[in-house]
């Protein structure tokens, strides 16, 4: 049987943080296994690149500032790209129900030292953005530091930087189950190619991570939820330094990407097949409506419904990360349940689930509200549901 002292389960970019910070912290015997044929097959080839502080819980708003470090100097740490482009957050609001909530969040993020976003006019909000429709907004909160990032780009600067440091990668490689010893502890990963002996295993499996921990018997409270996204063809319509732009009341929101407009809106049902990640009928057409109504500019501009695509989000109880060893087996650790914030929260999610494997505890920053044992202590963390 194969050893390793670590296995971690996902080889997208919140797995490959956590191996290459292990790696820092003179882990050794590191091996990754993922069920895809390549990198980023799973929900980071997905993810449309958004990267903000612009949060409504505090801890997210750490977690942020703590990610937003360490992409400042990812290409000295790792030598790759991550792309980190601060051209802004623009959140928008329809009335001033949506303008209070926002306004309740910009409070916190002062709190937690976002200092730099700030309240803005309706005026404002169209001098930021001046491809807006006139009517529909009475203002909203404006994160200048908030921005881009190349999800694609993240995963292969931590890949490769933790392959330099001798962390093995297996790709195809499928997990089957995970054994038990009689102290309750994982002793083996089963996979289709076969057993491997484990000191440690990290589950950083995205949404299938329930799956995973089913199979030892264990529960992980994660389920999948899809999101949608489709681009326009090439166009000038808007600049490349267009800040992402969110309406809060709806989701509705956009970016520019490679001459392309990302168009998004997170509909409220679910699809039959709650992993599916096929486009719904008639989204496509919905989201596009929404586009040219707030954003005339793109009337003249095809949309590619053949184009679109969907992803699966991770999503937890109170829709914030899951991090830390599972109180109920002391050597399987958690990264999961990041709802739509794991690409970018990924440095910092590694970083911290690296020193808790290390020191017993996160040292960057009190990872202590992203305990897995929080929700059997019905202690969920609040949060806006508008941030």
């Known amino acids: ?39 980023g097959e799973g929900s980071t080839g997905r993810a449309t690149g958004g990267f903000r502080a612009s949060y409504g819980s505090a801890i997210n708003v750490r ?19 991550c792309g980190f482009q601060p051209v802004g957050y ?27 976003s700030c309240e803005v006019t309706a005026d404002q909000c169209r001098a930021l953005v001046p491809a807006l429709a006139a009517e529909r907004l ?5 994160s200048p530091t908030d921005g881009y990032i190349r999800p694609m780009g993240i995963l292969a600067g931590y890949l490769s930087a933790a392959t330099r440091e001798g962390v093995e990668v297996r790709w195809r490689t499928r997990v089957e189950g995970l054994e038990r010893d009689s102290a309750g502890r994982i002793a083996a990963v ?36 899809r999101r949608q996204i489709v681009p326009t063809a090439p166009t000038s319509a808007l600049p490349p330094g267009t800040p992402m732009t969110l309406f809060a009341g709806d989701g509705f929101h956009f970016r520019v990407r490679d001459d392309h407009v990302l168009l998004a809106w997170p509909t409220p049902g679910a699809a039959d097949d709650p ?30 419904g053949d184009a679109a695509w969907g992803g699966l989000y991770e999503v937890s109880p109170d ?38 494997m290390t020191h017993g505890e996160a040292r960057s920053l009190d990872a202590s509200p992203l305990r897995p044992s929080r929700f059997a202590e019905n202690d969920l963390i609040p949060g806006s549901a508008l941030l």
């Not at 977690?63 to 790209?81: I, K, M, P």
């Open 190 to 225: 089963h996979t289709n190619t076969g057993p491997i002996s484990a000191d440690h295993v990290v589950n950083a499996a995205g949404a299938w991570a329930g799956q995973v921990a089913a199979t030892a018997g264990l529960d992980v409270p994660v389920t999948p939820l």
């Open 319 to 356: 829709k914030h990360a899951v991090l830390g060893v599972h109180p109920d087996c002391e050597n399987f650790f958690l990264a999961n349940g990041s709802s739509g914030h794991g690409v970018m929260h990924s440095p910092a999610l590694g970083a911290l689930l690296a020193e808790i």
């Open 138 to 142: 009475v203002g909203g909160v404006w």
């Open 63 to 81: 977690l942020s500032l703590l990610a937003r470090e360490r992409l400042r100097r990812f290409a000295e740490d790792t030598g790759g790209t």
């Open 90 to 116: 623009l959140w928008l609001a329809a009335n001033s129900a949506e303008r209070d909530e926002l306004r309740a969040g910009l409070e916190l993020q002062h709190r937690e030292g976002l200092g730099e």
């Open 275 to 304: 992993w599916s990640v096929t486009v719904e009928p008639g989204w496509v057409e919905q989201v596009t409506a929404m586009a040219h109504q707030r954003v005339p500019a793109l009337r003249a501009v095809p949309v590619r």
């Open 1 to 39: 049987m194969i050893r390793a002292s670590v296995v971690i389960i996902g080889g997208g970019v919140i797995g490959a943080s956590i191996a290459w910070h292990l790696a820092q912290l003179g882990w050794k015997d590191i091996l990754i296994l993922d069920q895809g044929e390549r990198p």
